[in-house]
Nanobody, 124 residues
Framework: QVQLVESGGGFVQAGGSLRLSCLASERSVIYYAMAWFRKAPGKEREFVAA????????RYADAVKGRFTISRDNAKTTVYLQMNSLKPEDTAVYYCAADPRGRLVGDRVNYDYWGQGTQVTVSS
């Protein structure tokens, strides 16, 4: 059973930056596609970014393009989300997810494994 543990969330002012990390418990995840989702109060969980197992292909939600960057270090079984130029509307709980089939998709039903989430709060 793959376990994912997120870290790096916190409180930041608008325009600031944070880097989230997601550590996987199993080395098998180096062959999985990995993604970040987020859930704001009163809203559905939404796709943020995804990356293929080799890191050569990525996909982003329109709301974060040009501001967020997803990356991975397979030697450390860790996926990162660098978030720059943060806005109050980025406030949410951010979740890491893994797709063993390696697809670069934005639909959360395709992801088999999920972390517990890390809170990101952006003040105006």
């Amino acid at each position: 059973q793959v376990q994912l543990v997120e870290s790096g969330g916190g409180f930041v002012q608008a325009g600031g930056s944070l880097r989230l990390s997601c550590l996987a418990s199993e080395r098998s995840v180096i062959y999985y596609a990995m993604a970040w989702f987020r859930k704001a109060p009163g809203k559905e969980r939404e796709f943020v970014a995804a990356i293929t197992w080799g890191g050569l292909s990525t996909r982003y939600a329109d709301a974060v393009k040009g501001r967020f960057t997803i990356s991975r270090d397979n030697a450390k079984t860790t996926v990162y989300l660098q978030m720059n130029s943060l806005k109050p509307e980025d406030t949410a709980v951010y979740y890491c997810a893994a797709d063993p089939r390696g697809r670069l998709v934005g639909d959360r039903v395709n992801y088999d494994y999920w972390g517990q989430g890390t809170q990101v709060t952006v003040s105006s």
